[in-house]
T-cell receptor
Framework: AAGVIQSPRHLIKEKRETATLKCYPIPRHDTVYWYQQGPGQDPQFLISFYEKMQSDKGSIPDRFSAQQFSDYHSELNMSSLELGDSALYFC??????????????FGEGSRLTVL | GESVGLHLPTLSVQEGDNSIINCAYSNSASDYFIWYKQESGKGPQFIIDIRSNMDKRQGQRVTVLLNKTVKHLSLQIAATQPGDSAVYFCAENKLTGGGNKLTFGTGTQLKVEL
């Protein structure tokens, strides 16, 4: 079965650079979520999109932005990178409201290292 | 504020024994409570969920118990196997107009000893 696809899997950037992470949800899933997970920490919710509109916002820094495109894939753009942005970034997808029991399907994550 | 947290950071069990992982939560408005398993370098994997109006749900080798009186959630794994070694997260899910709002608690590292 198709899963959530994230790219790139690994990314190394310098401070103050920009990075873009991509997420391709499971086919027919119209909702995507972005999470950030630091070493030894639980995943922290950043932002979500439903039908290409932002549906919820968590602890996403102002330096970050995201969007969902017409094909439902999503991109997380991170600018002015800081050392503290080094983390695993997970994308998850689900069916829209009212059509899910609450299960989010997660991708394998993108590991960002800021030097 | 809203929070979901686990009691123990590490749990070691012998292969074949039953494992019990506990979780405390503070937000009573959640619609679902979910357990995720995360292996090293991988994304969280859904194990089982339970609706907030239920108190027990069973899956294959796993059982989730919800005690709303004391705001406590537990995951029981029967006959624990080496492949069960991972970090387990409890999470609460509040259904919103835009989908799900999933809040993770602190993970518990389960170590299965041979």
């Amino acid at each position: 079965a198709a899963g959530v696809i994230q790219s790139p899997r690994h990314l190394i950037k310098e401070k103050r650079e920009t990075a873009t992470l991509k997420c391709y949800p499971i086919p027919r899933h119209d909702t995507v979520y972005w999470y950030q997970q630091g070493p030894g920490q639980d995943p922290q919710f950043l932002i979500s999109f439903y039908e290409k509109m932002q549906s919820d916002k968590g602890s996403i820094p102002d330096r970050f932005s995201a969007q969902q495109f017409s094909d439902y894939h999503s991109e997380l753009n991170m600018s002015s990178l800081e050392l503290g942005d080094s983390a695993l970034y997970f994308c998850a997808s689900s069916l829209g409201p009212g059509r899910t029991g609450g299960e989010l399907f997660f991708g394998e994550g993108s590991r960002l290292t800021v030097l | 504020g809203e929070s979901v947290g686990l009691h123990l950071p590490t749990l070691s069990v012998q292969e074949g024994d039953n494992s019990i992982i506990n979780c405390a939560y503070s937000n009573s408005a959640s619609d679902y409570f979910i357990w995720y398993k995360q292996e090293s370098g991988k994304g969280p994997q859904f194990i089982i969920d339970i609706r907030s109006n239920m108190d027990k749900r069973q899956g294959q080798r796993v059982t989730v118990l919800l005690n709303k009186t004391v705001k406590h959630l537990s995951l029981q794994i029967a006959a624990t196997q080496p492949g069960d070694s991972a970090v387990y997260f409890c999470a609460e899910n509040k259904l919103t107009g835009g989908g799900n709002k999933l809040t993770f608690g602190t993970g518990t590292q389960l170590k299965v000893e041979l």
